[in-house]
């Protein structure tokens, strides 16, 4: 367990690091800071370097742990440097490391601390995305737009973000640059929340929100989750409470059918399921993109242990092969194995404890949210994969020790 200061500012050291958890994980990833270039990773290394001279020294553990993780990260991108001619690879697991360094000199309570700010914010954003949802098909015309460092145009309506509108229907994003990174932030937080065994009511209300993104990945992890906090009961109270639900949705059908709105939403959400000729659904816009990944990887081998050059333009690979990106290969075909063994060790200790049991199921679904949110090496997310790798463990220790999970 990781020790916790006695020194009298430690009050304040906790708040600084939920903070900086809070700002790094869910609020500097906005492309919205994109249109003051450079001012996320300004701000990442500001409160980096703010939190080494607050924390460094007081988990000596740790020291050893980081220095070594360092030393192996460094030795492998000067490797990458050296073979592709390219010393920008040094630079390559930073936000990484940083991300590890942030979690890890996080205390406990800071953790707990976290992951309950962090569920406000998200309800917050999720909020604001069914909010702008609406106003989109009312009022129809964003606020205003602005480009995405990605090059796409993004949209505001309101309370919410979309770069994805078929008229006056939006797919939100919340404050993200995507519908999909909405749809993981939310889930990466709910899955936080069932870790630590927090309220149950509140995790589905988050979930249930996020259903407005219209992401497979969402539905599948919520299936997940569902299946993995399911009870058998056959009582009046649960018959009731079901019939609630019933009469609840058949009214807000009935409005959506007298209002027009159910058309359109027949077409974005459930048409995302339907099959096609192909084996696949018209929503699963990532199987093709593995199978595309595996032929690059058939006639670039090497790049299982060197990865691609940086200076590779992956639309002109994806004209020959197809979209490559966005799938669980992606990291060893941009940066070869050993740079993205943390990802693969991650995935694997998820599926290993989703396999324990029923109420661990739903560790599976957030593996396969992972599938196509490969970006460990992102600051925001990999905070997420860190955070995740971290309660797994002291759930593990706790677990020989018969302590329920972190919450002691």
């Not at 816009?285 to 081998?301: G, T």
């Amino acid at each position: 367990m990781l020790a916790i200061s006695n020194s009298k500012n430690v009050e304040f050291y906790n708040r600084f690091n939920v903070f900086v958890l809070t700002i790094v994980s869910l609020i500097l990833i906005s492309p919205i800071f994109s249109l003051l270039k450079g001012f996320s990773t300004a701000v990442t290394l500001l409160l980096f370097l703010i939190s080494l001279y607050l924390n460094f020294s007081k988990n000596s553990k740790f020291i050893w742990f980081y220095f070594l993780l360092s030393s192996y990260f460094i030795l492998i991108s000067i490797l990458l440097s050296i073979f592709h001619f390219e010393i920008g690879f040094i630079f390559l697991p930073f936000f990484f490391l940083t991300s590890v360094y942030f979690v890890f000199i996080s205390s406990n309570s800071d953790v707990l601390k976290y992951v309950q700010v962090a569920s406000n914010i998200i309800l917050f954003i999720s909020l604001g995305a069914l909010i702008g949802f609406f106003y989109a098909f009312f009022i129809g015309q964003p606020n205003f737009v602005f480009i995405n460092p990605n090059g796409l145009i993004n949209e505001v309506f309101l309370t919410t973000m979309t770069n994805s509108r078929w008229g006056s229907f939006i797919r939100p994003s919340g404050i993200y640059d995507e519908p999909g990174a909405l749809s993981f932030f939310i889930c990466g937080v709910c899955f936080l929340r069932h870790l630590l065994n927090f309220d149950k009511n509140k995790t589905i209300l988050i979930l249930m929100l996020g259903l407005v993104t219209f992401s497979v990945a969402h539905i599948i992890y919520l299936g997940f989750y569902l299946v993995s906090i399911s009870r058998i009961r056959f009582n009046f109270r649960a018959l009731f409470n079901l019939l609630i639900i019933l009469i609840l949705l058949m009214f807000i059908y009935f409005i959506l059918l007298h209002t027009g709105a159910w058309e359109g939403i027949s077409i974005i959400f459930f048409g995302r399921f339907d099959s096609e000729s192909s084996g696949l659904f018209p929503g699963d816009n990532r199987s093709m993109y593995f199978f595309n990944a595996i032929d690059y990887l058939n006639d670039h081998p090497l790049n299982l242990l060197f990865g691609e050059s940086m200076t590779t333009d992956f639309e002109n690979v994806s004209l020959k092969y197809g979209v490559v990106g966005s799938n669980p290969l992606m990291p060893i075909l941009s940066f070869g194995f050993f740079v993205s063994l943390p990802y693969y060790f991650i995935l694997t200790l998820l599926f290993i404890n989703g396999l324990k049991g029923k109420c661990h199921f739903v560790s599976i679904g957030f593996a396969l949210v992972l599938f196509q949110r490969e970006f460990f090496l992102v600051v925001s997310y990999s905070i997420f994969f860190i955070l995740v790798l971290k309660i797994l463990f002291i759930n593990y220790i706790n677990e020989k020790e018969n302590i329920n999970s972190l919450r002691y």
